[in-house]
């Protein structure tokens, strides 16, 4: 059964760093696109990131320059490095893996930027 578990959010202040972490398990994924999204309350969940097995990435215009996503295929986790943050990036993020077999999301992990 493939699962994926999200860490690292919590509460930063604006201009403050947090680093989100992704695993997965009951397989392996180091073919398959991986992102993060988010959702705030009354809002559409958004792609944040994505990047492919050959690393390649793209970003929502909104954190461009700020957010950073990577992998680490032997471990079958992404990361998603947040710096700069703005209390617009406040929302509940979540992991994507998309693979032949299916469409699989994290629970979410709670970010947010307040003073």
């Known amino acids: 059964q493939v699962q994926l578990v999200e860490s690292g959010g919590g509460l930063v202040q604006p201009g403050g760093s947090l680093r989100l972490s992704c695993a997965a398990s009951?397989?392996?994924?180091?073919?398959?696109?991986m992102g993060w999204y988010r959702q705030a309350p009354g809002n559409q969940r958004e792609l944040v990131a994505r990047i492919t097995s050959g690393g390649s990435t793209n970003y929502a215009d909104s954190v461009k320059g700020r957010f950073t996503i990577s992998r680490d295929n032997a471990k079958n986790t992404v990361y998603l490095q947040m710096n700069s943050l703005k209390p617009e990036d406040t929302a509940v993020y979540y992991c994507?893996?998309?693979?032949?077999?299916?469409?699989?999301w994290g629970q979410g992990t709670q970010v947010t930027v307040s003073s």
């Open positions: 994507n893996l998309v693979t032949m077999y299916g469409n699989y």
């Open positions: 009951g397989g392996i994924f180091s073919i398959d696109p």
